[in-house]
């Protein structure tokens, strides 16, 4: 029994982690699904967001719904911003270019940060409750059973806009062709604009969730760096692939780090990683494109 | 021929000269001059930042050889670093090597290591690669992270100072014991792209769908690149070992991927003057804000505490302005400025 407790938990907590894995690939897959940009300032989107959560929550003391608001208020003008500003010079240029300008973003986000907020670690009083309740005859922490709800809820309603509003359906256009979109009358200015929105606000929403379960410091931006892995093993153009992926990342981390040795865990994402590029390049629901001269 | 209408060539022969001018060879004449009156003009902090910057220069040339000119995405540079520094510290130190053999055969490990994590390469392209080689960066610094055999459980490999380097002088040795190195690799880097493999690299880059048309074996060649590559940042990886004294993981994470990447950007891709360029400018810039920062302590004291977090921002602006800017970097604007010089007072 005492195994299967254990068992239990760390499915808990892996779900809960790859809930917010999720969250953070979904916005990193937005972003390539439409404009073809790799992101790695995705970290820095979620490290951002959960600082501007932080300001007007505890700072500014504004009642939690209020600074939820304000929080996305920020997001989507940070991603509209960057896409206006950053991005769109480098529209058609090499992929290079393209990475190295996320991180140069990448770098002065953490430096915004550090500024305005130095590198100490920030109470934030938790958001969720942290309680804990008996699933199936075992303690889980009730925090962690929410964030995982919140995450559904958040990527269903993404699922539900994609398919059911008139901007969702436009973006899947631009994604899928851009010429032909443009001769439908869709600003595809716009769509890029809208994908950098929507991913900061998912980052947001990601950003907030793992403030809550840890804490409001510097390593929240770590959490980037793992998206890699998951967007891999979904697909980088699949948001589906974000929520398999997401939640094998997430419980492979809590299994390895439970049964084997949390050092291992750290660098168990990336073996997968590579072993997936050897076999399938494209991702498990990733589209295969065929190149010509 | 150098006249107003541009450099015209009469022999293929001379087209494939190293400088066709003689403007050229009297700025190469200045240049030497210059770095061979250095050690007397500057002190030993200055010294030591030009010291690393010579470090630095070979590694950079050897990422723009596989990022600039065969157009393969890498963020392992930190992790082939590594390579380099740990096997020729423990192979002088444990195994008792001589520090140059030590040097060649770390150069020759971390060849080899190049060509493996270059393997993803034959099927991946563009953003793909770059992932992979992301992994191949975290999966090399685990293992120097977590094997014990390769620090003896203690973390860090203490390397003996070289034995006729004096402590008074040791900046002004180790210039002259860097110098001829960085300028030899930089040499040979420059010499690969006049013969047949180093144009097989730019193929591949510019096309390699037509590359390999045209009878390029695309396999080989990109293999081959990484393990050049890394043949060349295994050689500042070795060479920092000996000149830090100490070997740890620190030095080597994602980071120092990025901060390369960024030199070579920042010089110019595909270009060997770039890389030194761009090295320079890398590796002054954080020392540059340092001293301003020292400067300004009395006047603004804000300035010098937000000091970490003001370099990495200027390392981020860096990066942006010159990606939207002037994406082919520092070695296109010299280009631009010699035009200017030349054509005065037309514009082109």
Known sequence: MNEFARFVSLTVYGLADGAILALAALGFVLIYKATRVINFAQGEFLLVGAYTFYTAFVLLRLPLVLAVLVGVAFAILLGVLVERFVLRPLVGEHAISVIMVTIGLSSVLKAGVQMFFGTAVREQPK?????????????????RLLVILIAAIVLAAFTVFFRRSRHGVAMRAVADDQQASLTMGISVRTIFALAWALAAVSALIAGVLLADLSAVDQNIASFGLIVFPVVILGGLDSVPGTIVGGLTIGLLKQYVSGYADPGLAEVVPYVVLVAILMVRPYGIFGETRIERV | MATATGIHHRSYRAELRLRHTKAE???????????????????????????????????????????????QIS???????????????????????????????????????????????????????????????????FVVRRWGFLTEDRGYIEVPRLGFIERETFEVQWYWVLLPITFLAVLMARNLFRTALGRSFMAVRDQDIAAEAIGVNITRTKVTAFA??????????????????????????????????????????????????????????????????????DGAPFI???????????????????????PRGLDRIWSRMKDYVRFWPFRY
Do not use: C, H
Request: aromatic fraction near 10%.
């Open chain 1, 127 to 143: 958001i969720l409750p942290t309680g804990s309740m008996e699933v199936a005859g075992v303690t889980v922490p009730v925090n």
């Open chain 2, 228 to 297: 050049v590559s890394s043949g060349f940042v295994g050689l500042s990886g070795a060479l920092s070992a000996y000149y830090t004294e100490t070997v740890t993981w620190e030095r080597f994470t994602l980071d120092v991927s990025v901060l390369y990447l960024a030199m070579i950007i920042v010089g110019g891709l595909g270009s060997i003057a770039g890389s030194v360029y761009g090295a320079i400018f890398m590796m002054l810039l954080p020392a540059l804000l340092t001293e301003v920062g020292d400067k300004v302590r």
């Open chain 2, 304 to 326: 010098a505490e937000q000091l970490p977090a003001i370099k990495n921002a200027v390392f981020g602006i860096a990066i942006i302005t010159f990606l939207l800017i002037e």
């Open chain 2, 75 to 141: 963020l392992g540079q930190g992790g082939f670093l590594a390579v380099g520094a740990y096997t020729s510290a423990i192979l002088s130190t444990r195994a008792g090597l001589p520090v140059p053999l030590a040097v060649v055969v770390a150069v020759l490990v971390t060849a080899g290591v190049g060509a493996l994590f270059g393997l993803p390469a034959l099927r991946l392209k563009g953003l793909y690669l770059a992932i992979a080689t992301l992994a191949s960066q975290e999966i090399i610094m």
């Open chain 2, 25 to 71: 060879w009297f700025r190469f004449g200045l240049v030497v001059v210059l770095l061979l009156v250095v050690p007397y003009l500057l002190n030993t902090y200055w010294l030591g930042i030009a010291n690393s910057i010579l470090i630095a220069v070979v590694g950079a040339v050897g990422l723009n050889i596989l990022v600039g000119f065969t157009g």
